[in-house]
């Protein structure tokens, strides 16, 4: 069974940074691009970043300079490191076994999120 477990949310102040985490079980994670995807309520979903299985970065102009993805293939974990967060970040982050730019449309490959709330 696949599972994607995200963690590392919170509140944080404008300007501040967090880091996500998400371990990855049931299938093979080194050979998968791994994406992270944000929702906001009563918004579309939003594809953000993804490490890809050849080890490349892609972002979303929204977060390019502020957000970092990585991933650490032996301990099946992505990351998302955000800095110089703002209230506009405020989301529900996913992790998502699927590709770039189209992670957001395939909620089947989701895990079930944390929590980011940038406020003052």
């Known amino acids: 069974e696949v599972q994607l477990v995200e963690s590392g949310g919170g509140l944080v102040q404008p300007g501040g940074s967090l880091r996500l985490s998400c371990v990855a079980s049931g299938f093979a994670f080194s050979g998968h691009d791994m994406s992270w995807v944000r929702q906001v309520l009563g918004k579309g979903p939003e594809w953000i970043a993804t490490s890809d299985r050849y080890g490349e970065e892609f972002y979303a102009d929204s977060v390019k300079g502020r957000f970092t993805v990585s991933r650490d293939n032996a301990k099946n974990t992505l990351y998302l490191e955000m800095n110089n967060l703002e209230p506009e970040d405020t989301a529900l982050y996913h992790c998502?076994?699927?590709?770039?730019?189209?992670?957001?449309?395939?909620?089947?490959?989701w895990g079930q999120g944390t929590q980011v709330t940038v406020s003052s």
């Open positions: 998502a076994r699927a590709p770039a730019y189209i992670a957001n449309i395939i909620p089947g490959s």
